[in-house]
């Protein structure tokens, strides 16, 4: 019988999506499932939650047990097959506001902060050192498991995980299985099948070669329509849209991702450019506000009568499971360590590129280079990732200078001097937060 540990199983609503794909999946139905979180209200919630669609989607099969603490973690652990990781360490309060307003102190505008930036940073070097922990725990009691990585920053965490333990770590996101579809329809251009083929690094993966069942090249009328498209007036894909007007393709995440992951659109000294793009800065701090009152008042609903079901989602949890518990392959977008796989990028990186997973395991790509201009976009965020990883694994307060100096945004904006004192102040506020990031 599998058993599928979820870690930050008080992210409710995504527990929801993944473990509700899994009851619908008829290889895990009977599945062992452990819930861990270290917050007991949110965690008895996705309980609740989680045992009623197993009631109502799943005839009861599954076995739920909920391990709150660290004190439970090598319980919750303990000869899991698989291992979804979701955790936010800190949460929307204290540590991703704090992640907003010592920046804006500064001058330094963000969109989501969770990737790259001086949110992505931080976020990542309090969240490595928990993940560190798990790569122990899951070392000792359940060696063989595979940990299916969602937690952002995507490339920090699961690079680190790669390169300094011996989990085995597939990193996932939400974007490369609509992209295309996404791109499509923004365009309104109807297109009986066709085939991609994406690579680079999470959130900026780019969409190299898109042709239809003919085998026709779609990308001729997709620039055309694009710059045609930004030309007419705002709409919600704008920096995006001009990534193909000036680097020739469209990359997998969204515009309010990409808008700060370079030194081309927030910018002091043009502040037109927030308008003309149509750039939502303090994007995730909204988001977040409207989850939690989302949430609260749905939270009942959900829960009435025991109504709540599900439809199977996208999530690529479920079928990487499933393909390796049945031997049948399965094509993923999956974040894993550049060795040989795009030939321009260093071997250190974490990289995405499509996967085949079946009974053996995970098998990437070999993709060669990319095109220039895509590969010299990405070096620009894999050198602050690959810092921030030093940084984490050596503790070195330098590190985490030099990691955002090198962020293309951050080094825009601001002097040396100020990223210094900007990084001091985050560095003791974190600290008095209780979740401190060296």
Same mark, same amino acid.
């Given at each position: ?25 008829? %290889? ?66 204290? %540590? ?199 949430? +609260? ?20 949890? %479920? ?7 049945? +031997? ?51 070096? %620009? ?58």
């Amino acid at each position: 019988m599998v058993k599928i540990t979820f870690m930050g199983a008080g992210s409710t609503v995504f527990a929801k999506n993944v473990l509700g794909d899994i009851m619908l999946t008829d %290889s895990m139905q009977n599945a062992d499932i452990a819930l861990y979180d270290v917050d007991k209200e949110r965690l008895d919630e996705s309980y609740l939650l989680i045992s009623a669609l197993n009631k109502n989607c799943n005839d009861g099969r599954a076995n739920i047990k909920a391990y709150l603490g660290v004190e439970n973690r090598k319980a919750a652990l303990k000869g899991a097959d698989f291992v979804v990781n979701a955790i936010q360490v800190g949460g929307y309060k204290p %540590s991703t506001v704090i992640d907003f307003e010592i920046p804006k102190k500064y001058g330094l505008r963000q969109t989501i902060a969770d990737t790259l930036g001086i949110g992505g940073i931080f976020r990542a070097l309090r969240t490595i050192p928990v993940m560190a922990e798990f790569a122990e725990d899951m070392e000792e009691v359940c060696p063989n498991a595979w940990l299916l990585n969602y937690t952002n920053p995507m490339a920090m965490i699961t690079g680190y995980m790669q390169r300094y333990t011996n989990v085995k770590t597939i990193g996932l996101c939400h974007s490369v299985q609509v992209c295309t579809q996404y791109l499509l329809e923004k365009l309104d251009m109807k297109v009986d099948g066709y085939v991609e083929k994406i690579a680079g690094i999470n959130h900026m993966g780019w969409l190299l070669e898109i042709r239809d069942k003919d085998g026709n090249d779609l990308y001729p009328i997709i620039r055309e329509k694009a710059a045609a498209k930004n030309a007419a007036g705002k709409h919600d894909d704008m920096v995006r849209f001009e990534y193909i007007r000036r680097l020739g393709y469209y990359c997998t995440e969204s515009s309010e991702h990409n808008a700060e992951y370079n030194p081309f659109f927030i910018k002091p000294n043009y502040p037109e450019l927030i308008e003309k793009y149509n750039i939502p800065l303090d994007e995730y701090l909204r988001r977040c506000v409207d989850q939690i009152e989302k949430w +609260n008042k749905t939270k009942d609903e959900l829960f009435a009568e025991g109504a709540i079901t599900h439809e199977r989602s996208r999530e690529y949890a %479920s079928y990487i499971m499933d393909a390796m518990i049945n +031997n049948q392959p399965y094509q993923i977008g999956g974040n894993v360590l550049n060795r040989g796989l795009i030939t321009n990028l260093p071997s250190n990186a974490c990289v995405e590129v499509p996967c085949l997973v079946n009974g053996t395991g995970i098998h990437p790509t070999v993709i060669g280079d990319l095109p220039p201009q895509l590969a010299a976009m990405n070096m %620009s965020n894999i050198n602050v990732q690959l810092l921030t990883i030093e940084a984490a694994k050596t503790k070195n307060r330098e590190h985490i200078y030099h990691a955002a100096m090198m962020d293309p945004h951050t080094a825009a904006v601001l002097s040396l001097d100020d990223i210094v004192a900007m990084c001091d102040e985050l560095i003791e506020a974190h600290a008095a937060s209780g979740h401190p990031v060296i």
